[in-house]
């Protein structure tokens, strides 16, 4: 692999493009080493503190990883670095809790309506029997929080990834973490859990006759509920805390 020489005195910022662009042709892939620091150096006609800088800066956007003892690995968490930013932001953000929980259904209520019809036209015989297990599991753990949960969100990735569109998995990955999250507090209100299997289950009937009209409705009314939930779990939780 060769490297333009740098020469303006940014040297780190086109250190990075260059990696960056690299890695985004397909040049690079994940698993690939880097090579050495003293290495990249030489190649860049720069020095070892640009090198390290540009390292530091392709680590942040989760394209890379300096491993102790292996060397500097090509990897592919810009997925993790999305959901981690995502989740700061939903934390720090000016609205507050409430907002937050607002701002959450709100995404979901322009992305999963859309995403629930096209996997229903898209849907394999894999897809839906995945759908399946998942609507088995959360029957069975109606009662345990961290098992219906999981169940929960395989659901929706399996939806997601229905679709057969690598970018809707891509968009629907970082907010894993706060529909987890979302979703605890859901499961403890009144009938939570089971509501949502009626959705849940309504759902899968419409992927499985591969009826798209039939599945975004079904997502539509799924999203309602969840508004509900998550205001009532809300106003508990405030109620608690006065």
């Known amino acids: 692999m060769t490297y333009i020489p740098v020469q303006t005195t940014k040297l780190f910022e086109q250190i990075t493009e260059q990696i960056e662009q690299q890695i985004l042709r397909g040049e690079l892939q994940s698993g690939d080493r ?14 070892r503190t640009a090198v390290r800088e540009a390292m530091k800066i392709l680590a ?11 060397g500097t690995i090509v990897i592919n968490s810009t997925s993790q670095a999305l959901r981690e930013s995502l989740g700061l ?7 507050g809790q409430h907002g937050s929980s607002r701002d959450l259904v709100e995404v979901r209520e322009i992305l999963e309506p859309e995403i629930a019809s096209l996997a229903a036209a898209r849907a394999t015989d894999e897809d839906v029997a995945d759908l399946r297990r998942a609507v088995e599991t959360m029957d069975a753990h109606l009662s345990d929080a961290d098992a219906f949960i999981m169940a929960d969100n395989f659901f929706h990735q399996v939806l997601a990834r229905a679709t057969q569109n690598a970018l809707i998995l891509t968009l629907i990955d970082p907010i894993m973490e706060l529909l987890s999250e979302q979703r605890k ?12 299997q009626s959705h849940h289950k309504q759902l899968l009937d419409a992927v499985s006759r ?5 599945a975004r409705t079904a997502m539509h009314a799924h999203l309602r509920q969840v508004r509900t939930d998550a205001t009532a779990a809300q106003t508990r939780n405030d109620d608690e805390k006065g």
Do not use: C, Y
Request: charged residues 25%.
């Open 34 to 47: 880097l090579p050495t620091e003293r290495e990249l150096a030489d190649q860049f006609h720069a020095s």
């Open 210 to 214: 591969h009826d798209s009209e039939a």
């Open 60 to 70: 942040q956007k989760g394209l890379i990883e300096m491993r102790p003892g292996r």
């Open 89 to 95: 932001m939903m934390r720090v953000g000016r609205h």
């Open 185 to 196: 507090q859901i499961f403890s209100v009144q009938g939570g859990p089971q509501r949502g």
